[in-house]
């Protein structure tokens, strides 16, 4: 079975902090995602990554960067946390190849609170 | 991103029962795949489905790939509690390497 976790189930933070979620995935997967998600507004991609020191932006970048230093790794980081990124982060993962592209896994997520 | 329309938004339903919802697009997809999510969790994959046409079972659940690649459907048969949670729909597009696009989901109550 695929597993990823992430590295806390709920995060209380104070405005301005830098924040660091991390990811870690056993499958040897090359290609893993962060994702947040919010009421009414679904998941929403934040970055993804498909090889090591590699990373593509998603729907929504703006006030996150990443880092995937090794393969089973990916790291999410809100240099200067705000209010509106109160939110429920997800993590997941996936095989490349033909079949495999699609097939995403996810983490049990992260809650953060930023006050 | 696009969306996909996933319908119903929410449904309450009578153990025992049988559950539909679906998702369409006016795209194209390669890859459906059918996504269940409980409470406080990250979601878990229940189907996935790779050839237009196909129809693919799990257990309880059945789940199409429709026939113009732009829609799926998702049946539940003999709901039971535990099947309550949000089901989301995803696909993967023609021509998009490894991102999903998600439906909005469909929120499940099942009345015992």
């Known amino acids: 079975d695929v597993k990823v976790t992430q590295s806390s189930r709920y995060l209380v933070k104070r405005t301005g902090e830098k924040v660091f979620l991390e990811c870690v995935q056993d499958?040897?997967?090359?290609?893993m995602f962060w994702y947040r998600q919010d009421p009414g507004l679904g998941l929403r991609l934040i970055y993804f990554?498909?090889?090591?020191?590699?990373?593509e932006k998603g729907d929504i970048p703006e006030g996150y960067s990443v880092s995937r230093e090794k393969k089973e790794r990916f790291s999410l980081i809100l240099e200067s946390a705000s209010t509106n990124q109160t939110s429920m982060y997800l993590c997941?993962?996936?095989?490349?190849?033909?079949?495999?592209?699609?097939?995403?896994?996810f983490g049990p997520g992260t809650r953060l609170t930023v006050t | 991103g696009q969306q996909l329309n996933q319908s119903p938004q929410s449904m309450f339903i009578q153990e025992g029962e049988d559950v539909s919802m679906n998702c369409t697009s006016s795209?194209?997809?390669?890859?459906w795949l059918w996504y269940k999510q409980d409470p406080g969790e990250g979601p878990v994959l229940l189907i996935a489905l790779y050839k237009a046409g196909e129809l693919t079972s799990n257990g309880r659940l059945t789940a199409q790939f429709g026939i113009t690649r732009k829609d799926s459907f998702l049946n539940i048969s003999a709901s039971i509690p535990s099947d309550v949670g949000i089901y989301f729909c995803?696909?993967?597009?023609?021509?998009?390497?490894?991102?999903?696009?998600f439906g909005s989901g469909t929120q499940l109550t099942v009345l015992p």
């Open positions: 990554s498909y090889d090591v020191k590699m990373k």
């Open positions: 995803a696909g993967q597009l023609r021509g998009s390497a490894r991102q999903l696009t």
């Open positions: 499958m040897d997967h090359e290609n």
């Open positions: 997941a993962s996936s095989l490349s190849g033909p079949a495999g592209d699609g097939e995403q896994y």
């Open positions: 795209s194209i997809f390669n890859t």
